[in-house]
């Protein structure tokens, strides 16, 4: 997923791509401990896409902070 992507959401689909995507990691570590994993850089993709959601959450938090300052 890429970050222009995710700048397109919503804050209630940023949401529910946040926990599918937690969801996600969950299961492919579950298969990394079995040895069922068959690609792990699949891990790193997956926390890389939370670590987009959540960046853009911050941002988008940070924006609205911002502008109540400014007034």
């Known amino acids: 997923m890429k970050t222009e992507e995710i700048r397109h959401f919503s804050?209630?689909?940023l949401a529910s791509e946040l926990d599918r995507l937690r969801r996600h990691l969950f299961d492919l570590r579950a298969q990394a401990v079995t040895e069922k994993l068959?690609?792990?850089s699949m891990l790193r993709g997956a926390r890389a896409?939370?670590?987009r959601i959540l960046t853009e959450r911050r941002q988008r938090s940070a924006a609205s902070t911002?502008?109540?300052k400014e007034t």
């Open 11 to 13: 804050d209630e689909e």
């Open 38 to 40: 068959e690609d792990p």
């Open 49 to 51: 896409d939370i670590a």
């Open 66 to 68: 911002d502008e109540g």
